[in-house]
């Protein structure tokens, strides 16, 4: 892309969280006039830059760029001709907002996929839309979500994901171990995350058999 945002990955998705986006893959005006004047976006290699930030920050777990002191950002030179101001690159509030609870911001992004991304009318997402969002979402903070992407492309018999799998999919992700130590046979997670982990234990099993 020529603002220098990879068409793959996180990052088309972070920008249209940003922009509140209605469907996937399209900007409109309303939504690019209102989203960059919400961030103070003032060229495209500044949207890059602010996309970068929040991939990191969100999507890559990775911890928050330094913060500028308060009286740094308010230093002001004057020089013969005109007032410069020390500024940041960009509207930073919901960066700093999210820096507090990464964890938080990564779940309203989580949340939002869903809805942009299912048809408009239909309750649920096609199954194949879910694996590359999750493998996208999920992969570097939860590795397990590879085994269970792996899992869903071997079995067809899964057509779709509604909102009670999307969570529980983050929630297993999220709280069970990735050689499964802790997960409970009568807990209540979804048949399919129930056959995810027969599935797994049996490829462990053949695994050691071998």
């Known amino acids: 892309m020529e603002a220098g945002v990879p068409l793959d990955g996180a990052q088309p998705l972070i920008l249209a969280w940003q922009f509140g986006c209605s469907e996937v893959g399209k900007i409109t005006l309303d939504e690019w006039l209102r989203g960059t004047d919400a961030l103070r976006i003032s060229s495209l290699p500044i949207l890059a830059t602010a996309l970068r930030e929040l991939d990191d920050l969100v999507i890559q777990n990775k911890e928050p760029v330094k913060r500028p002191s308060s009286s740094a950002a308010s230093v002001t030179r004057r020089t013969s001709t005109n007032v410069m101001k020390t500024q940041e690159l960009y509207n930073k509030s919901r960066y700093w907002d999210y820096a507090q609870d990464a964890d938080r911001a990564f779940g309203e992004l989580y949340q939002f996929c869903f809805t942009l991304s299912k048809p408009p009318q239909s309750r649920n997402m096609d ?9 996208v979402l999920l992969s570097t903070r939860y590795p397990i979500i590879s085994d269970i992407t792996t899992f869903l492309n071997e079995n067809s018999s899964y057509r779709g994901a509604n909102k009670d799998i999307w969570n529980m999919v983050y929630e297993f992700c999220r709280t069970i171990n990735p ?3 802790n997960y409970e046979d009568d807990a209540a997670w979804p048949t399919l995350l129930d056959d995810f982990v027969l599935w797994k234990r049996g490829k462990s099993a053949g695994g050691t058999n071998s």
């Open 179 to 181: 050689n499964l130590d």
């Open 127 to 135: 199954m194949e839309t879910a694996t590359a969002l999750w493998s």
